[in-house]
T-cell receptor, first 113, second 112 residues
């Protein structure tokens, strides 16, 4: 396994701008998760996919957030009209079919000025 | 109902000592309780996990103790080493690791 990769690792943007993050899961992992982690807190669940289907979204995922996983491979998380409260680490994780272990990527740190 | 409460917030232990981190949960539907370790600049990595049908699980220097009636579980790190210095998160979920609910984390520092 080469591990979960995320791009970019850091993103600084101005309030009101749109940003998009990418996650490449471990190959053959059919489940992909997005979490958000703010300073001093544990990761909070945002959404997850099984293959290309988005099966659940947290209430934390406002209508400014959208996630996609075309063809069940990589995933993108887009935040429109960013707000300062969106500043956080966005973590992606993947897991094998029927397995409990989530493998997390290094995260994308977003700073909204 | 969905919260997992973790304590302490930070912990300093001497090398060779025992580090103990505690978590409590409310939702009795939780059936999977992992502990994750996170180093600065890295994503969390699974350390050890337990299901509620056992009261204890040990892997090397790491042990989870689980008290179903009290709805509490704890991580014990024996012979703590400076390399164990990291942030530790307890978590819980209702199904196969989906929607893991994390505690707030404990910053562990092991002094050499």
């Amino acid at each position: 396994d080469t591990g979960v990769s995320q791009d970019p690792r850091h993103k600084i943007t101005k309030r009101g701008q749109n940003v998009t993050f990418r996650c490449d899961p471990i190959s053959e992992h059919n489940r992909l998760y997005w979490y958000r982690q703010t300073l001093g807190q544990g990761p909070e669940f945002l959404t997850y996919f099984q293959n290309e289907a988005q099966l659940e979204k947290s209430r934390l995922l406002s209508d400014r957030f959208s996630a996609e996983r075309p063809k069940g491979s990589f995933s993108t998380l887009e935040i429109q009209r960013t707000e300062q409260g969106d500043s956080a680490m966005y973590l992606c994780a993947s897991s094998r079919p029927g397995r409990e272990v989530l493998f997390f990527g290094p995260g994308t740190r977003l700073t909204v000025l | 109902q969905q919260q997992v409460k973790q304590s302490p917030q930070s912990l300093i232990v001497q090398k060779g000592g025992i580090s103990i981190i505690n978590c409590a949960y409310e939702n009795t539907a939780f059936d999977y309780f992992p502990w994750y370790q996170q180093f600065p600049g890295k994503g969390p990595a699974l350390l050890i996990a337990i299901r509620p049908d056992v009261s204890e699980k040990k892997e090397g220097r790491f042990t989870i103790s689980f008290n179903k009636s009290a709805k509490q579980f704890s991580l014990h790190i024996m012979d703590s080493q400076p390399g164990d210095s990291a942030t530790y998160f307890c978590a819980a979920s209702m199904e196969y690791g989906n929607k893991l609910v994390f505690g707030a984390g404990t910053i562990l520092r092991v002094k050499s």
